[in-house]
């Protein structure tokens, strides 16, 4: 018998690959983290993923995928494997650019949209360990 060794979705290629080329798949995916409906997500369109830098000694930061949905709001989706000890704050780092990026220079407040920020983990998040099966968390 052969065996065959298969990509883990959790390895960030293998899931921009397979959530960026379908639509579809990545709307359901959304829909089961909001506890959503499928098919609740009438509209969606990928959005970039890169943020240049505010300053000129700033940090720019790339996303594994941004998506718009019809009612205004911004999803991020990060997939992360291998244990970073200020996960939190990264995440906390890229929903607050996802937030005021959009913002424009004369634009009011209100009108800024909600952020659905999905961390997909790859490792225990309280000890650092690798941990086989994938753990999400995030902030409502």
Same mark, same amino acid.
């Given at each position: 018998?052969?065996?065959?060794?298969?990509?883990l979705p959790?390895?960030?290629?293998i899931f921009?690959?397979?959530?960026?080329? +379908?639509i $579809? @798949?990545?709307?359901d995916?959304?829909?089961?983290? =909001?506890?959503?409906?499928?098919?609740? #997500?009438?509209?969606?369109?990928?959005?970039?993923t890169?943020?240049?830098?505010?300053?000129?000694?700033?940090?720019?930061?790339?996303?594994d995928? +941004?998506? $718009? @949905?019809?009612?205004?709001e911004?999803?991020?989706? =990060?997939?992360?494997?291998?244990q970073? #000890?200020?996960?939190?704050?990264k995440?906390?780092?890229?929903?607050?650019?996802?937030?005021?990026?959009?913002?424009?220079?004369?634009?009011?407040?209100?009108?800024l949209?909600k952020?659905?920020?999905?961390?997909?983990?790859?490792?225990?998040?309280?000890?650092? #360990?690798?941990?086989?099966?994938?753990?999400?968390?995030?902030?409502?």
């Amino acid at each position: 018998m052969h065996s065959i060794t298969l990509a883990l979705p959790t390895v960030d290629c293998i899931f921009k690959g397979l959530f960026s080329e +379908v639509i $579809d @798949l990545l709307a359901d995916l959304i829909c089961s983290f =909001e506890d959503w409906p499928v098919g609740h #997500i009438k509209k969606l369109t990928y959005a970039n993923t890169e943020y240049a830098k505010k300053r000129k000694d700033g940090k720019s930061c790339r996303m594994d995928l +941004v998506a $718009d @949905l019809q009612t205004g709001e911004r999803v991020i989706i =990060e997939v992360q494997s291998g244990q970073q #000890i200020y996960y939190r704050k990264k995440a906390l780092y890229y929903a607050a650019l996802a937030y005021t990026g959009p913002l424009d220079k004369n634009a009011n407040y209100s009108t800024l949209k909600k952020v659905i920020s999905i961390h997909i983990l790859n490792f225990n998040k309280s000890r650092g #360990i690798l941990h086989p099966k994938c753990v999400t968390f995030g902030w409502r």
